[in-house]
Nanobody, 116 residues
Framework: QVQLVESGGGLVQAGGSLRLSCAAS????????MGWYRQAPGKQRELVAT???????TYADSVKGRFTISRDNAKNMVYLQMNSLKPEDTGVYYC??????????WGQGTQVTVSS
């Protein structure tokens, strides 16, 4: 069964940093590209970063240079280091596998709020 558990969100001032963690079940994690998504109130969910099983990464233009995605294949964990946070980064952050047939399952997400 697919399990995705996000953690590490919170309230931070603009310019601050947070590190998000995602604990994923092997059925969704192993061998798959993993990604971090975010959704602001009234907005569509957007993909902000991806990482392949061997560590190749991509980023949305809005977060490039500020966010770093990483993974630990031995622990089935995905991380998102967020630096130089801006108010527009506020939203609920989710992890998932963008190209997996099992990606219809979503975790609870973790709330990130950046104050100005």
């Amino acid at each position: 069964q697919v399990q995705l558990v996000e953690s590490g969100g919170g309230l931070v001032q603009a310019g601050g940093s947070l590190r998000l963690s995602c604990a994923a079940s092997g059925s969704i994690f192993s061998g798959n590209v993993m990604g971090w998504y975010r959704q602001a109130p009234g907005k569509q969910r957007e993909l902000v970063a991806t990482i392949t099983s061997w560590g190749s990464v991509t980023y949305a233009d809005s977060v490039k240079g500020r966010f770093t995605i990483s993974r630990d294949n031995a622990k089935n964990m995905v991380y998102l280091q967020m630096n130089s946070l801006k108010p527009e980064d506020t939203g609920v952050y989710y992890c998932n596998a963008p190209y997996s047939s099992k990606n219809k399952y979503w975790g609870q997400g973790t709330q990130v709020t950046v104050s100005s």
